[in-house]
């Protein structure tokens, strides 16, 4: 599952921050990819005014690719026509109204059920070794049905943009998570990123939740919910991580990648 928090990417109307791509690639589709490769087989994508172009980047077209055909640019048309892989099912959720992420991943709730999920916040861009960030939560969520957070160490000031883990004495164990806390309140150093698997008593934690930091119905206040019943663990981030919501934050993944392809 995709949701998207409230950052602000220099995107236009007609172009959601979700699409701009990293070289020839848009961030909506890695973080897809990154569901496809993590075993997850239903993205649900949860939009809102101003989005339907995501909807369209998954459909199939057709015309596009008939086009490139014709052109003799089969490597093109192929890349329009596997956008996903078959079998992969997409399903798009409108969010009415920009009430923060706890609301966005509500808004998912009848489309979720009773299963597990997973979500990836797009616009952080990570690099990582493996099968990915989102597999290396789902094999931690099998191994003990917990939810998980993807935590990253993040030192100085930086830590007060970010949910910041309360540590408990076992390690990986989270004992709460505090939503953007001033930096020398900070109960720690790992800050979670864009990455999440839930259990589905969390839909039942955010329908009942009141409004939190920033105005905002917070994910980070459900997951402390869970932490307080010792079911919420956190695994290490196994690569890199880019905040796509700044200009700065956009470019060094641009140049990251096109390095690494060079190479
Ligand atoms: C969201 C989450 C925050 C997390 C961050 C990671 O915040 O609310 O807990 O640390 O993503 O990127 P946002 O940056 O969308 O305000």
């Given amino acids: 599952m995709a949701g998207f928090g409230t950052r602000f990417l220099p995107a236009t109307k007609a172009m959601p921050k979700e699409l701009l791509p990293i070289i020839d690639k848009p961030l ?11 075993g997850i087989d239903t993205l649900i994508f949860v939009t809102g005014r101003n989005k339907r172009a995501i909807e369209d980047h998954f459909d199939n077209n057709q015309e596009l690719e008939m086009a490139l055909r014709a052109k003799g640019k089969d490597e093109q048309a192929i ?3 596997n956008i996903l892989p078959a079998g992969v099912e997409c399903i798009f959720v409108r969010q009415p109204e920009q009430l923060g992420l706890g609301h966005a991943i509500a808004c998912a709730e009848r489309a979720v059920g009773n299963d597990s999920s997973a979500v990836l916040l797009a616009d952080d861009f990570l690099t990582y070794e493996g099968a990915g960030v989102t597999a290396d939560l789902a094999r931690s969520f099998k191994a003990s049905g917990k939810t998980q957070l993807s935590v990253m160490e993040v030192n100085g000031p930086e830590i007060s943009k970010y949910g910041v883990v309360v540590p408990n004495r076992k390690l990986g164990s989270v004992a709460g998570h505090l939503e953007k806390p001033k930096a020398e309140d900070a109960p720690s150093n790992l800050a979670s990123i864009g990455r999440y698997a839930l259990t589905p008593d ?3 934690i955010l329908r009942n939740q009141p409004i939190g930091v920033e105005g905002e119905i917070q ?5 402390n919910i869970q932490a307080a019943n010792n079911a919420v663990e956190a695994v290490t981030l196994n690569g890199r991580r880019f905040d796509c919501g700044s200009v700065q934050g956009y470019l060094d993944p641009i140049m990251h990648v096109a390095e690494r392809r060079k190479r």
């Fill in 202 to 204: 969390i839909f039942d």
């Fill in 219 to 223: 994910l980070a206040d459900a997951i």
């Fill in 79 to 81: 890349m329009v026509k």
């Fill in 28 to 38: 909506i589709q890695f973080a897809a990819e990154e569901a496809v490769a993590a």
